[in-house]
């Protein structure tokens, strides 16, 4: 769900949501972990992947996490449906996605702006997708790209 990243020498926080597949849906970095703050990630997460809604959520054991997901389940009646769960061991493929993103900033020690952190993990999340096979480039564009380093210059261009 969440992972840490120092920027100006205090602690923010990455929001991240993956499939069960291990495909990651979206990320969002804020500076704090409240309520409103759970609750604009479930809305992009969700903005990314309509048409789909998720049958179950697994949370971690933050609080503000449940709060904002009842509290989307009055604004919208499909949140109703949705299963929550909260469990230490079924978190294990987000936990392990994270590992990317701390390789690469743990040498960092740290942004110095939240704009230019927000802008380098997007470069991260994007590379990290690619890496993954789960950008798309269009219908059966992966047999006619080579190599990754193809992938990525076609994803910036």
Not at 39 to 50: D, E, I, P, V
Not at 81 to 92: A, G, K, M, P
Request: glycine share 6%; proline share 3%; charged share 25%.
């Amino acid at each position: 769900m969440k992972t840490y990243i120092k920027i100006q020498g205090k602690w923010n926080f990455l929001y991240r949501a993956v499939d069960k597949h291990g495909k990651t849906v979206d990320c969002l970095l804020r500076p704090d972990r409240s309520v409103a703050a759970a609750q604009a990630f479930f809305r992009k997460a969700m903005s990314t992947c309509l048409p789909r809604w998720p049958r179950k959520i697994t949370l971690d054991g933050l609080k503000q996490s449940h709060v904002a997901l009842r509290l989307l389940r009055r604004e919208n009646p499909k949140w109703k449906y949705v299963q929550v769960r909260s469990s230490q061991y079924l978190n294990n493929l987000i936990e392990q996605d994270h590992r990317a993103i701390k390789r690469r900033c743990a040498w960092m020690g740290g942004f110095k702006s939240f704009t230019s952190s927000a802008v380098t993990l997007a470069g991260i999340e994007l590379a990290h997708r690619i890496r993954k096979r789960q950008f798309s480039l269009g219908r059966g564009r992966w047999r006619n790209i080579g190599s990754l380093k193809q992938v990525w210059d076609r994803a910036i261009a």
